[in-house]
């Protein structure tokens, strides 16, 4: 199964199988496999989680609006294992304090990312 890489200023901050694919919604996501680098970007995607308050029983819109802003000024990068730099719509990465699986979700938009779909490909297609 190919391994996508999150990159962020050059850094791996991690990477993902991305094993579940909704092709309706152009959206990938997965388990997330963190690398040292992530620890910077942390308290950017725990405002998120912050933001849902006890597991989305009380949404915080403003704190939610603070990690839109802080996540898409990151300009994340998707990297497929062949060092193809995929055209993204947003990453986002749900990291609970309590828990220790972090998940992806990916837009991708770029097609070679979806052509992959069928072509040996062995994570779960949605839709």
């Not at 200023?9 to 092709?23: A, P």
């Not at 996501?29 to 690398?35: K, L, M, T, W």
């Not at 704190?63 to 719509?89: H, I, P």
């Amino acid at each position: 199964m190919e391994i996508y890489r999150v990159i962020h200023n050059g850094d791996v901050i991690g990477s993902s199988h991305l094993e579940y694919r909704d092709l309706a919604m152009a959206v990938a996501f997965g388990r997330f496999y963190p690398s040292p680098a992530y620890d910077t970007m942390r308290p950017i995607f725990r405002k998120f989680t912050h933001a849902q308050g006890d597991r989305g029983q009380s949404v915080d819109q403003d704190e939610l609006k603070q990690y839109y802003a802080a996540r898409d000024a990151l300009g994340l990068k998707l990297v497929s294992s062949d060092g193809l730099e995929l055209a993204t719509g947003h990453i986002h990465i749900v990291d609970w304090e309590e828990d220790d699986d972090l998940e992806i979700e990916v837009q991708v938009g770029d097609h070679r990312f979806w052509g992959t779909v069928g072509s040996g490909w062995r994570g779960q297609v949605l839709g």
